[in-house]
C-alpha cells in the first residue's frame, strides 16, 4: 500500500490524517511516512522503504525498537492482564528505580503522559506554595495543557497570551513567558513578580527548539531566585530524562553546579520505553500535597497501567548497564561531529551540539541561545536537506525545532551510511 493513498485514507477520518500535528509533515511538506514495523535501529514504511530512525518515537525508545528484553517484559506484562486499576507491585519497583537515579526526588507519581504529567506538577506547585503564577520559557514544550500553551505578553508586567485558540486569555494570565537564557529577563521578572510565583518550568535542554542547553549562569541564577522567592524550580525532564544521562539532565548540571537540584521533575518517554507513562517526583514535603494525602487531586484510570511499567522497568534496567551511556554518547558524537565535517567540506554553515543520546545540528555557524535565534533557520534549505536524506533512507525530525535520538541500536555501519547520505544530501 502506498504512503499516499494512506494519507488521503487517514485525510477522511482522522483531522489532518495524523494524531499528533509534527507528524503531517506540514513544516517539510511532502507525504508523511506511514510506519509498519520496527526493528532495532530501524523503521519500515507501507512501501517496504526501511528507514534509519532518528526519531525513535521522539525520544522513548533508547534501546532501539523491539529489544528482547523489553519485548519480553511487556508479553509477559500482557499476558498478566492489560489493566486492573488497582495498585501492582511493578508502580512501586519503577518508582524506586526512578528515586534510585534521581536524588531530588524523594516519591513519585505515575501518569500516562507527559503532558499529565507537567500539569499535575504544576497544579502540585500552586498547591503547595499557594500561587498562582508561574514563568515558563519561550521555546520549551511542556504539553499541551491550556495555562502551557501560551506566548510571550507584550512586556515582563504582562502575561501571556494563549497559542492556541480554545484557551481563554483568562487562562493564560498566569503565564509569564521569558525567553530562554535571558539573565536580565529573569531578574526583573523575579523582582516584579516573584513572591506570586508558584513555580518556575523549564527544558533544562531544550528539545523542543531543536537542542538548546539552558546556560550555566542562568540554570544558578535560576536556583537562586527560585530559592530566595519561594517559588519551585520545576525541571521538565520528559525529554531529557534517562536520555542525556543515566541521571538525566539534573545529573549533568550537578556535575557542573555542585549541588543542584530542582523542586520538582517531570518524565516520561524514555521511563515508558515506547509505552504511555509518564512521572512527576519532588520530595516528600512538597508530595504529601497531592491527593490522598493533600488538597491537590490528580488521578488516572490507566496511571502505572501494568503493561506501560513493565516496559519502562525493562527499559530502565538496560540502561544501567556498564557503559551503557559512554557507548550511547560516543556513537551520538561520533554522528555530529561526522555531519559538522560533511557540512564544512561542502560550504555549509552548520553548528552540532549533544549529550548522551539526543542531538541537535542547525544550519548556522554558532549553536543559537534562545528560539528566536532558532528560528532563523533557513527552512528552505532545511527542508531540501530533510527530504534528501529521507529518500536515502534516514529518517530525521520532519521540523527544524524538533531535537534528534540515537538509540543503543545504531551501529557503526548505520552512523555511517547517515553520513554518506549527509554528503549528498548537502551537496
Ligand atoms: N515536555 C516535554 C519537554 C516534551 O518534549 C513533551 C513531548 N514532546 C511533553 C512535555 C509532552 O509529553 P506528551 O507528548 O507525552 O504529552
Given at each position: 500500500?502506498s504512503n499516499?493513498?494512506?494519507?488521503?485514507?487517514?485525510?477522511?477520518?482522522?483531522?489532518?490524517?495524523?494524531?499528533?500535528?509534527?507528524?503531517?509533515?506540514?513544516?517539510?511538506?511532502?507525504t508523511?511516512?506511514?510506519?509498519?514495523?520496527?526493528?532495532g535501529?530501524?523503521?519500515y514504511d507501507a512501501?517496504g522503504?526501511?528507514?534509519?530512525?532518528?526519531?525513535?518515537?521522539?525520544g522513548?525508545?533508547?534501546?532501539?525498537?523491539?529489544?528482547?528484553?523489553?519485548?519480553?517484559?511487556?508479553?509477559s506484562?500482557?499476558?498478566?492482564?492489560?489493566?486492573?486499576?488497582?495498585?501492582?507491585?511493578?508502580?512501586i519497583?519503577?518508582?524506586?528505580?526512578?528515586?534510585?537515579?534521581?536524588?531530588?526526588i524523594?516519591q513519585?507519581?505515575?501518569?500516562?503522559?507527559?503532558?499529565?504529567?507537567?500539569?499535575?506538577?504544576?497544579?502540585?506547585a500552586?498547591?503547595?506554595?499557594?500561587?498562582s503564577?508561574?514563568i515558563?520559557?519561550?521555546?520549551?514544550y511542556?504539553?499541551?495543557?491550556?495555562a502551557l500553551l501560551?506566548k510571550?505578553?507584550?512586556?515582563?508586567?504582562?502575561?501571556?497570551?494563549?497559542?492556541?485558540?480554545?484557551?481563554?486569555?483568562?487562562v493564560?494570565?498566569?503565564?509569564?513567558?521569558?525567553?530562554?537564557?535571558?539573565?536580565?529577563?529573569?531578574?526583573?521578572?523575579?523582582?516584579?513578580?516573584?513572591?506570586?510565583?508558584?513555580?518556575?518550568?523549564?527544558?533544562?535542554?531544550?528539545?523542543?527548539?531543536?537542542?538548546?542547553?539552558?546556560?550555566?549562569?542562568f540554570?544558578?541564577?535560576?536556583r537562586?531566585?527560585?530559592?530566595e522567592?519561594?517559588?519551585?524550580?520545576?525541571?521538565?525532564?520528559?525529554?531529557?530524562?534517562?536520555r542525556?544521562?543515566?541521571?538525566?539532565?539534573?545529573?549533568h548540571?550537578?556535575?557542573?553546579?555542585?549541588?543542584?537540584?530542582?523542586?520538582?521533575?517531570?518524565f516520561?518517554?524514555?521511563?515508558?520505553g515506547?509505552m504511555?507513562?509518564?512521572?512527576?517526583?519532588?520530595?516528600?514535603?512538597?508530595?504529601?500535597?497531592?491527593?490522598?494525602?493533600?488538597g491537590?487531586?490528580?488521578?488516572?484510570?490507566l496511571?502505572?497501567?501494568?503493561?506501560?511499567t513493565?516496559?519502562?522497568l525493562?527499559t530502565?534496567?538496560?540502561?544501567?548497564?556498564?557503559?551503557?551511556?559512554e557507548?550511547?554518547?560516543?556513537?551520538?558524537q561520533?554522528?555530529?561531529?561526522?555531519?559538522?565535517?560533511?557540512?564544512?567540506?561542502n560550504?555549509v554553515?552548520?553548528?552540532?551540539d549533544?549529550?548522551?543520546?539526543m542531538f541537535?545540528?542547525?544550519?548556522?555557524d554558532e549553536?543559537?541561545?534562545?528560539?528566536q535565534?532558532?528560528?532563523?533557520?533557513d527552512?528552505?534549505?532545511?527542508?531540501?536537506?530533510?527530504?534528501?536524506?529521507?529518500?536515502?533512507?534516514?529518517?530525521?525530525?520532519?521540523?527544524?525545532?524538533?531535537?534528534?535520538?540515537v538509540?543503543?541500536?545504531h551501529?557503526?555501519?548505520?552512523?555511517?551510511?547517515?553520513?554518506?547520505?549527509?554528503?549528498?544530501?548537502?551537496?
Open positions: 500500500m499516499q493513498s494512506l494519507f488521503e485514507r487517514a485525510q477522511r477520518v482522522i483531522p489532518g490524517g495524523v494524531n499528533s500535528p509534527v507528524r503531517a509533515f506540514r513544516a517539510v511538506g511532502g508523511p511516512r506511514f510506519i509498519t514495523r520496527g526493528d535501529a530501524y523503521i512501501e522503504q526501511r528507514y534509519i530512525d532518528y526519531i525513535g518515537s521522539w522513548p525508545m533508547i534501546l532501539g525498537h523491539g529489544h528482547p528484553a523489553v519485548l519480553e517484559a511487556v508479553i506484562a500482557a499476558r498478566e492482564g492489560f489493566s486492573y486499576g488497582a495498585p501492582t507491585e511493578r508502580e519497583e519503577l518508582a524506586e528505580e526512578i528515586i534510585k537515579l534521581v536524588p531530588s524523594e513519585v507519581r505515575l501518569v500516562s503522559s507527559g503532558t499529565e504529567a507537567t500539569m499535575s506538577a504544576i497544579r502540585l500552586r498547591g503547595a506554595t499557594g500561587r503564577k508561574f515558563k520559557f519561550e521555546g520549551c511542556h504539553g499541551h495543557t491550556d501560551v510571550a505578553g507584550s512586556g515582563l508586567a504582562t502575561f501571556g497570551h494563549p497559542t492556541s485558540a480554545g484557551v481563554p486569555e483568562e493564560a494570565q498566569h503565564t509569564l513567558v521569558l525567553e530562554y537564557n535571558n539573565l536580565q529577563q529573569l531578574e526583573e521578572a523575579f523582582q516584579l513578580h516573584g513572591k506570586e510565583l508558584a513555580c518556575v518550568i523549564i527544558e533544562p535542554i531544550a528539545g523542543n527548539m531543536n537542542f538548546v542547553r539552558a546556560a550555566l549562569p540554570v544558578k541564577r535560576l537562586e531566585l527560585c530559592t522567592y519561594g517559588a519551585l524550580l520545576v525541571f521538565d525532564e520528559v525529554m531529557t530524562g534517562f542525556v544521562g543515566l541521571h538525566s539532565a539534573q545529573g548540571y550537578a556535575t557542573l553546579l555542585p549541588g543542584f537540584k530542582p523542586d520538582v521533575s517531570v516520561g518517554k524514555v521511563i515508558g515506547g504511555p507513562l509518564a512521572a512527576f517526583g519532588a520530595s516528600r514535603e512538597i508530595m504529601k500535597h497531592l491527593a490522598p494525602l493533600g491537590v487531586y490528580q488521578a488516572g484510570t496511571s502505572g497501567n501494568p503493561v506501560a513493565a516496559c519502562g525493562a530502565l534496567r538496560e540502561i544501567q548497564k556498564p557503559g551503557f551511556f557507548a550511547l554518547a560516543t556513537k551520538t561520533f554522528l555530529v561531529n561526522g555531519l559538522k565535517q560533511v557540512a564544512t567540506e560550504g554553515p552548520f553548528s552540532v549533544s549529550q548522551g543520546g541537535g545540528f542547525f544550519l548556522m549553536l543559537p541561545q534562545n528560539y535565534t532558532v528560528m532563523t533557520t527552512k528552505e534549505r532545511f527542508n531540501k536537506f530533510f527530504h534528501g536524506m529521507l529518500d536515502a533512507g534516514v529518517y530525521l525530525a520532519p521540523a527544524l525545532y524538533e531535537a534528534g535520538f538509540s543503543a541500536a551501529s557503526q555501519a548505520d552512523l555511517e551510511a547517515t553520513l554518506a547520505a549527509a554528503r549528498t544530501a548537502l551537496r
